[in-house]
T-cell receptor
Framework: QKEVEQDPGPLSVPEGAIVSLNCTYSNSAFQYFMWYRQYSRKGPELLMYTYSSGNKEDGRFTAQVDKSSKYISLFIRDSQPSDSATYLCAMSLSYGNNRLAFGKGNQVVVIP | NAGVTQTPKFQVLKTGQSMTLQCAQDMNHNSMYWYRQDPGMGLRLIYYSASEGTTDKGEVPNGYNVSRLNKREFSLRLESAAPSQTSVYFC??????????????FGQGTRLTVV
């Protein structure tokens, strides 16, 4: 079993819809949780960063962490065509431990 | 802001040829990484270097070697390329910022095809 599971199935939504992405993980020692966004033929860029369970909001993006269920989510409200990208979840064990475990990524297409 | 710079951006190799992928960062980060990204497989760590002078194997190190030349540069070498090494290779670096988070910054990638 991989440490981080993310269903890589592509997701197509109409503009303005809510996009919901999630990952599960097996290592309860993970403490830092991230979402990276990767545009086509580009490197991933950090989108959201959370520590501990709870919600974190940044504009149209909300990241949720449920450590008891080992489950993290990313929500994109009022999705735009510019949100079309691959979204990868990532997590690490502790501050200063830079070995990130990545999910496989979800390709999201927002249709105008 | 250059960030993480990878060269070359594209490369085609014949089976058995060797090559070195170069990576440099200008953010004074201690840690640097090499990943490969394949369809349906996500990012897989090949090697990483926690600090200058140290390197460690990641998830898929076979067929690769690395050199942490100095704090800025981390190279990845394929000694005898195989078609299974056709992939997109990403270099990344990370360091701790003032809000105590660890963010990895990625280069633009090297698209390697082995024929």
């Amino acid at each position: 079993q991989k440490e981080v599971e993310q269903d890589p199935g592509p997701l197509s939504v109409p503009e303005g819809a809510i996009v919901s992405l999630n990952c599960t993980y097996s290592n309860s020692a993970f403490q830092y949780f991230m979402w990276y966004r990767q545009y086509s033929r580009k490197g991933p860029e950090l989108l959201m960063y959370t520590y501990s369970s709870g919600n974190k909001e940044d504009g149209r993006f909300t990241a949720q962490v449920d450590k008891s269920s080992k489950y993290i989510s990313l929500f994109i409200r009022d999705s735009q065509p510019s949100d079309s990208a691959t979204y990868l979840c990532a997590m690490s064990l502790s501050y200063g431990n830079n070995r990130l475990a990545f999910g496989k990524g979800n390709q999201v297409v927002v249709i105008p | 802001n250059a960030g993480v710079t990878q060269t070359p951006k594209f490369q085609v190799l014949k089976t058995g040829q060797s090559m070195t992928l170069q990576c440099a960062q200008d953010m004074n980060h201690n840690s640097m990484y090499w990943y490969r990204q394949d369809p349906g497989m996500g990012l897989r760590l090949i090697y990483y270097s926690a600090s200058e002078g140290t390197t460690d194997k990641g998830e898929v190190p076979n067929g690769y070697n690395v050199s942490r030349l100095n704090k800025r540069e981390f190279s990845l070498r394929l000694e005898s390329a195989a078609p299974s090494q056709t992939s997109v290779y990403f270099c990344a670096s990370s360091g701790e910022d003032r809000v105590f988070r660890t963010e990895a910054f990625f280069g633009q990638g090297t698209r390697l095809t082995v024929v």
